[in-house]
């Protein structure tokens, strides 16, 4: 199981926190991505980026404000997204992949609604 | 990147009827491509990954084929919990979705 958790709320500019608590697996098996998938209001979807061996992979598109992180210690990876703006506001989730040929995303969490707004 | 782009937007159909979604790449793919449901306030369910295995769990209406560019999900016997909204995925090169086919009756 995958869960997420974060404030609801963010300030323009600032920084997106958010962290994906994981049970039932561990997150430093090679076998498994761990990453961030968000949705817009109404819209689809958008992969943020991913984790594998503690090695982050992200979009091109956001790569320069994404940064990402592994807590064995507890069994979490984080998502950290800077300079934010009104078009970050979204469902963000997390969610479970395969290793770097496997992609696809097979476990989610339920997804936490993040809204950018001073 | 790589764009996907899903037809038909909406499709209408009865319970018990055949509903064939499509979705096209903008470059090859090979057969890295995944279909997943999404009913409304919940996480997407991944249906079909390889263009064409079954997740666990999936029942065997839902068929995916195709490979490269062209791809469709199949669904023999559209049952009340199929309703809702379905998109691809490519895997190939990076990730991409595609735009969703809201599926109503």
């Known amino acids: 199981q995958l869960q997420e958790s974060g404030p609801g709320l963010v300030r323009p500019s600032q920084t997106l926190s958010l962290t994906c608590s994981v049970s039932?697996?561990?997150?430093?098996?090679?076998?498994?991505?761990w990453g961030w998938v968000r949705q817009p209001p109404g819209q689809g979807l958008e992969w943020i980026g991913s984790?594998?061996?503690?090695?982050?992979y992200a979009t091109p598109s956001l790569r320069g404000r994404i940064a990402m992180s592994v807590d064995t210690s507890k069994n979490q990876f984080s998502l950290n997204l800077n300079s934010v703006t009104a078009t970050d506001t979204a469902v963000y989730f997390c969610?479970?992949?395969?290793?770097?040929?496997?992609?696809?995303?097979?476990?989610w969490g339920r997804g936490t609604l993040v809204t950018v707004s001073s | 990147e790589i764009v996907m782009t899903q037809s038909p937007a909406t499709l209408s159909v009865s319970p018990g009827e055949r509903a064939t979604l499509s979705c096209r790449a903008s470059?090859?793919?090979?057969?890295?491509l995944a279909w997943y449901h999404q009913k409304p306030g919940q996480a997407p369910r991944l249906l079909i990954y390889?263009?064409?295995t079954r997740a666990t769990g999936v029942p065997a209406r839902f068929t995916g084929s195709g490979s490269g560019t062209e791809f469709t999900l199949t669904i023999s016997s559209l049952q009340s919990e199929d309703f809702g909204l379905y998109y691809c995925?490519?895997?190939?090169?990076?990730?991409?979705f595609g735009q969703g086919t809201k599926v109503d009756i």
């Open positions: 969610a479970r992949s395969g290793g770097l040929a496997d992609w696809y995303f097979d476990i």
């Open positions: 039932g697996d561990s997150i430093t098996s090679s076998h498994y991505s």
């Open positions: 984790v594998n061996s503690g090695r982050p």
């Open positions: 470059q090859g793919v090979a057969t890295n």
């Open positions: 390889g263009a064409s």
């Open positions: 995925q490519q895997y190939n090169n990076w990730q991409t």
